[in-house]
């Protein structure tokens, strides 16, 4: 049990244009999902917190407008990097928490965003 | 505020060789512990946890005790694989709820035969 995916895994655009990313929970519901994001061998940098039925929440230093978070239901949330350019091509990974105390977080398998 | 320090890596050992990842924290309250691994060109997958202080988590030959009086979460294995060579991340979260998980820097494993 405990499973998130994430749709695509990856993909590569043209700069100016926006990407959607897709984290579903597929055997739990998700009240709130966390969005990563992830530089080459570095660690996980928190980027917002993804509240269904309500307005995500984002960590400071992060644009609100240029990454677009939606809650849609209690199964997934969506991503979308508008007007991306070549500095936004990273590994982003959504997680969402699952257990008997929600304190267990369970990982996405990552989309690598490549702008060109 | 909250924050986790992880060994640097990478740390290159020969298979069957005794392994330790140290990781300290800085909390307040009381914290669930965890370490979580990401094989090459995978997502994040959950090794173990640990939720209050003496509590010892264990997972395919891993185990960390969490030590509230040296504010430790090491990880441990009497003898790696191959198979274990990957990229080890130390985490920290609020007990009791699903609040946010602070990471540690990652330390890479690279396992010889």
């Known amino acids: 049990g405990a499973v998130v995916s994430q749709h695509p895994s990856w993909v590569i655009c043209k700069s100016g244009t926006s990407v959607k990313i897709e984290c579903r929970s597929l055997?739990?519901?998700?009240?709130?999902m966390f969005w990563y994001r992830q530089f080459p061998k570095q660690s996980l940098m928190l980027m917002a917190t993804?509240?269904?039925?309500?307005?995500?929440?984002?960590e400071q230093g992060v644009e609100k407008d240029k990454f677009l978070i939606n809650h849609a239901s209690l199964t997934l949330s969506t991503l979308t990097v508008t007007s991306a350019h070549p500095e936004d091509s990273s590994f982003y990974i959504c997680?969402?928490?699952?257990?008997?105390?929600?304190?267990?977080?369970?990982f996405g398998p990552g989309t690598r965003l490549l702008v060109l | 505020g909250n924050s986790v320090t992880q060994m640097e890596g990478p740390v290159t050992l020969s298979e069957e060789a005794f392994l330790t990842i140290n990781c300290t924290y800085t909390?307040?309250?009381?914290?669930?512990l965890f370490w979580y691994v990401q094989y090459p060109g995978e997502g994040l997958q959950l090794l173990l946890k640990?939720?209050?202080?003496?509590d010892k988590g264990s997972n395919k030959g891993f185990e960390a005790t969490y030590r509230k009086e040296t504010t430790s979460f090491h990880l441990e294995k009497g003898s790696v694989q191959v198979s274990d060579s990957a990229v080890y991340f130390c985490?920290?979260?609020?007990?009791?709820?699903?609040?946010?998980?602070?990471f540690g820097a990652g330390t890479r494993l690279a396992v010889h035969p």
């Open positions: 985490a920290l979260g609020k007990s009791g709820g699903y609040n946010k998980l602070i």
């Open positions: 993804s509240n269904e039925g309500s307005k995500a929440t984002y």
């Open positions: 055997d739990f519901q998700a009240t709130t």
């Open positions: 640990a939720t209050k202080a003496d």
């Open positions: 997680s969402a928490p699952h257990g008997l105390a929600q304190e267990t977080q369970y």
């Open positions: 909390a307040t309250g009381y914290p669930s």
